[in-house]
């Protein structure tokens, strides 16, 4: 029971101070998880980000579902992951009572106006970055366009999208011009 | 179904299908916010912000403040347990067989196009945004060719390529941008 808890309050401090989510959680978490505690090795806690980075949900909450798994089986891994959550949970509850009385303020309004911009260029500095990872040959940017153009423009649900590029790259090896092995 | 499932469902099925990060929920909040009226297309952009500059995961954050939308504190409760779910089963079903999922030449082939297409995917949640941002509109069928120029919004273009420059030449922290432009916003009334 002791260890769940540790499992709880260790997650939730690392939720609560890290800002932007993904790889700015990494060196905290090897401090902390890794350093401190001995709960997993450094190169477990890569292997886990670069698996939560290819698996659905958050690889955050992944880390901390793998390393609770890991000390303590499924209990371990609900604990962590609850721990990992908490943070965001109280504090966007707050903002939203908040920001739900203040929204029509125009002050507020203006601040958002600007606001926007700012996280639509940061959205396309993330995407640059992605693109510049993920898009190694033309195959891969006719797909990224493709994807892009369906969502964007035809409204396509992303579902669709992630299953079909899923089972087109299942299916690449067989295709002339597909994946080196 | 009840309503309250239905929000349960509808995280869930963001949960199981967002892959790569919390960037990768914002189209599937776009198509939630088309299907239903719990919050606007508009106030997507305004929660990554918050998001950034408050600690946490975005995908967390979003399913908090729409379930609190929705339905209070036990909203919230619902849309992030519905978020985080279907990982958790994965992850538990994965740590059985790390070494293997690892090193399987099928899960490589099917990220190999899989990548991509999740960029293609942002790109175009970063698309809408940027619609909204400087233009007003919620999609490409609202600008009419007609009276283009004045929908475009100059200030925020100003902006836009101002911050494009800055965030490429100084690389800080997003929260440092996200006050700068609320400061700004406020003086120059956007």
């Known amino acids: 029971m002791k260890e769940l808890w540790q499992l709880f309050s260790v997650f939730c401090r690392i939720g609560a101070f890290t800002f932007g989510g993904g790889y700015a959680m990494l060196p905290l978490l090897q401090k902390e998880v890794a350093e401190k505690r001995d709960w997993a090795t450094e190169d477990e806690i890569l292997d886990y980000f670069a698996i939560g980075q290819c698996t659905p949900g958050i690889i955050f909450v992944n880390t901390a579902t793998f390393v609770g798994y890991k000390r303590k089986g499924v209990w371990g891994a609900i604990f962590a992951t609850a721990g990992s959550v908490f943070p965001s949970l109280i504090i966007i509850m707050i903002i939203a009572a908040v920001l739900n009385n203040f929204a029509q303020l125009p002050v507020v309004q203006h601040a958002f106006g600007a606001i926007r911009v700012v996280v639509g260029v940061l959205i396309l500095n993330a995407v640059w970055g992605m693109w510049r990872k993920s898009v190694v040959n033309k195959i891969c940017g006719v797909v990224a366009v493709a994807a892009f153009l369906l969502s964007a423009v035809l409204a396509v649900s992303p579902i669709w999208i992630v299953l079909g590029a899923g089972v087109l790259g299942l299916l690449s090896p067989m295709i002339k011009g597909g994946r080196a092995r | 179904m009840s309503s309250w499932l239905i929000l349960f469902y509808e995280f869930f099925k963001i949960g199981l299908f967002s892959i790569g990060g919390g960037l990768a929920t914002l189209p599937f909040l776009y198509k939630l916010a088309d299907k239903y009226e719990w919050f606007q297309s508009g106030m997507i952009a305004d929660m990554i912000a ?141």
């Open chain 2, 50 to 190: 918050v998001s950034e500059s408050t600690p946490g995961p975005l995908g967390v954050n979003m399913a908090t403040y729409t379930g609190f939308q929705f339905g209070g504190v036990l909203g919230s409760i619902v849309a992030t347990v519905g978020l985080v779910f279907p990982s958790v089963v994965i992850i538990i079903l994965i740590s059985r067989f790390l070494e293997k999922f690892r090193s399987n030449s099928h899960v490589e082939d099917v990220f190999y196009l899989l990548r991509p297409a999740v960029t293609g995917l942002i790109g175009g949640a970063g698309f809408s945004v940027l619609l909204m941002a400087l233009f007003h509109v919620s999609t490409l069928s609202d600008i009419s060719m007609g009276n283009f120029l004045e929908q475009i919004g100059i200030k925020e273009c100003i902006l836009f390529v101002l911050m494009l420059f800055l965030t490429n030449k100084f690389k800080k922290h997003p929260v440092v941008y996200i006050t700068a432009a609320a400061v700004v916003g406020i003086i120059f009334a956007f």
